[in-house]
C-alpha cells in the first residue's frame, strides 16, 4: 500500500513540472515567432518569391490542361447540338420532300384533268397604274376620276386597291377614266362566300357598305364571312377579295370593303382580257356590273 500510495505521488509530481515545462515551451515559441516576424521580414519575402516563382510554372503547367480539358468539352458540346439540328434539318427536309411529292402529284393530276375537260387557262393579266384626281360621292352616284396616262386602258377592266376590288372602269376618255365604285347604285357584282361557295350578288345602294342579296333562301351568311367575286358572267375573275360581312339580319347583308374607299390615292386597273365582254352602248343584265 506504500509502493503504491508514493508511486501516485511521484506521478502527480511529475505532471505537475510537465504542465508548467509546457507552458514555458509554448511561452518560448511565441516569443521566437514575434523575433522572426519583426527581424528577419527580408528573409521571409524572399522565401515567399522563391516559393512563388518555384509553383507559377506549376500552375502554368497545371492552366494548359485544364484550359484543353474546357475547349474539348465546348467543342464536343457544339458537335452534340450540331448533330441535334441535323436530325431537325434532315426531318424537315424529308417533310418538304413529301409535301413536294403531293403537290407534283396534284399538278399532274390537275393537267390530267384539265385535259380531260378540254379546259382552257385564263389570259395573263396586265394592269395599269391611274391616281385618283377627283371623286363623285352623292345621293346619286359613288365613282371617281382617275389619269391613267395610258390610251391601252379600256370599259370593263377591274380596278383595284391594295387590298381588293374597288370597282371598274365605266367610262374612257384619253388618258381618264371613270371608275364605278362597288358601293355605287348601278353597281352589281356576282360574288360568293369564300368558305361556303354561297353565290349572290354584291349590289351598291350608294352608302358606305355595299349588300348581299339574291343568296339562297337556306343559305347560311355569318359576319365575319369573306366574299369574293364568283366569276359568272365574266366581267370579273373568280376569286378577287371584295370585303367581309360586318351585319346580318331578316332584311339586309352589310357588307365592308377591304379597301377604304375614301382614302384611295393610287388603284390599278388590271386587263384580263374581258374588255370585249361589255361595250360602250351594252346595258349590263343583273349578274353584271353596270
Do not use: C, W
Not at 509553383?55 to 475547349?71: F, G, Q, T
Amino acid at each position: 500500500m506504500k509502493r503504491r500510495r508514493s508511486l501516485f505521488l511521484h506521478l502527480s509530481q511529475i505532471r505537475l513540472l510537465a504542465k508548467k515545462f509546457a507552458l514555458v515551451i509554448l511561452f518560448l515559441t511565441a516569443f521566437a515567432l514575434m523575433l522572426v516576424n519583426k527581424t528577419d521580414t527580408v528573409v521571409m519575402d524572399k522565401t515567399s518569391g522563391v516559393a512563388t516563382g518555384v509553383l507559377s510554372p506549376l500552375i502554368d503547367l497545371l492552366v494548359v490542361p485544364a484550359r484543353m480539358i474546357a475547349k474539348g468539352y465546348d467543342y464536343f458540346s457544339d458537335l452534340r447540338q450540331i448533330h441535334k439540328d441535323n436530325i431537325k434539318l434532315r426531318e424537315e427536309n424529308r417533310r418538304l420532300n413529301t409535301i413536294y411529292d403531293k403537290f407534283r402529284s396534284l399538278e399532274v393530276e390537275n393537267k390530267l384533268m384539265a385535259d380531260l375537260l378540254n379546259y382552257v387557262t385564263p389570259p395573263e393579266s396586265t394592269f395599269v397604274t391611274a391616281r385618283v384626281i377627283a371623286e363623285e360621292g352623292d345621293a346619286f352616284s359613288h365613282s371617281m376620276i382617275a389619269y391613267t396616262g395610258d390610251e391601252n386602258v379600256k370599259k370593263g377592266q377591274v380596278a383595284l386597291a391594295d387590298k381588293g376590288v374597288v370597282g371598274r372602269v365605266d367610262k374612257v376618255a384619253n388618258n381618264y377614266v371613270k371608275v364605278i365604285l362597288v358601293t355605287d347604285i348601278n353597281s352589281k357584282i356576282p360574288v360568293m362566300v369564300e368558305d361556303t361557295r354561297v353565290r349572290g350578288i354584291l349590289s351598291g345602294d350608294n352608302s358606305t357598305m355595299p349588300k348581299l342579296v339574291f343568296i339562297p333562301l337556306d343559305a347560311k351568311i355569318n359576319i365575319g364571312d369573306r366574299i369574293v367575286t364568283s366569276g359568272v358572267a365574266g366581267v370579273f375573275p373568280a376569286g378577287l377579295p371584295i370585303g367581309k360581312v360586318v351585319s346580318v339580319s331578316k332584311t339586309e347583308i352589310a357588307v365592308k370593303p377591304f379597301s377604304s374607299l375614301e382614302q384611295l390615292e393610287y388603284i390599278k386597273l388590271v386587263n384580263y382580257g374581258l374588255e370585249g365582254v361589255l361595250s360602250d352602248g351594252d346595258n349590263v343584265s343583273s349578274g353584271e356590273t353596270r
